[in-house]
């Protein structure tokens, strides 16, 4: 399963990817949230952690600005082996997905 997203993984490394350069978490808790998902920083910043772990997601720090009161924010991005990861999971998701009834 390390080459594969849990369903969580799937929907935090799908707003990293929307998001862009402009990744980090509270972005990317308000892009889940506008989405319809409700998650805590604490569970989004869990995720990007395994992410990472996996090698799904890297990190870096960006600049400090004034607005964070001189704080970096850590910025993700997504990585080739998080995309590969993806696409299986999405392959996956499709196959079973094909063999659920549609409601008539």
Do not use: H, N, W
Request: aromatic share 4%; hydrophobic share 45%.
């Amino acid at each position: 399963m390390a080459d594969r997203l849990t369903g969580l993984e799937e929907l935090v490394f799908l707003a990293v990817g929307a998001l862009g350069a402009d990744a980090y978490g509270v972005s990317i808790q308000d892009k889940l949230q506008r989405a319809g998902m409700k998650a805590s920083l604490g569970v989004v910043y869990a995720t990007l952690d395994r992410l990472e772990d996996k090698g799904f997601v890297e990190s870096s720090l960006g600049d400090a600005t004034a607005a964070r009161g001189g704080r970096r924010k850590r910025l993700f991005r997504a990585t080739p082996k998080g995309k590969a990861a993806l696409t299986a999971t999405a392959r996956i998701r499709a196959r079973l997905l094909s063999k659920v009834e549609r409601p008539a």
